[in-house]
């Protein structure tokens, strides 16, 4: 599975941004577990939203009901709608795929996750 993000950059703190993954590879397919991480300079990679393969969602608490996860199946790709973005969402977001779990039942334990995308950077001021 190859996963490439794209969308990061700098916004303002209120802001939204979206940002996309890509995903492609013999081992792809849509039914299995998706996530996005994120990783602040100085703190470990915490997992802050997942999608399932049956289409349903989790969320950490600091971006519930502000981030939205979603797949568009045709596209093979995947999305994370951020919304009111605050100061201390500047982080580098990475992609996750988890094709061994497809229901997410790892939950966000990232060494579960055996691909990932190269990152994109979201800083808000």
């Known amino acids: 599975v190859q996963l490439v993000e794209s969308g990061g950059g700098s916004v303002q703190a209120g802001g939204s941004l979206t940002l996309s993954c890509a995903a492609s590879?013999?081992?792809?397919?849509?039914?299995?577990?998706m996530a996005w991480f994120r990783q602040a300079p100085g703190k470990e990679r915490e997992g802050i939203a997942n999608l399932n393969r049956d289409g349903i969602t989790n969320y950490a608490d600091s971006v519930k009901g502000r981030f939205t996860i979603s797949k568009d199946k045709a596209k093979n790709t995947l999305y994370l709608q951020m919304n009111s973005l605050k100061p201390e969402d500047t982080a580098m977001y990475y992609c996750?795929?988890?094709?061994?779990?497809?229901?997410?039942?790892?939950?966000?334990?990232?060494?579960?996750?055996?691909?990932w995308g190269q990152g994109t950077q979201v800083t808000v001021s």
């Open positions: 996750a795929a988890d094709p061994v779990r497809p229901y997410c039942s790892s939950g966000f334990l990232r060494w579960n996750f055996p691909y």
């Open positions: 590879g013999d081992s792809y397919n849509n039914r299995i577990c």
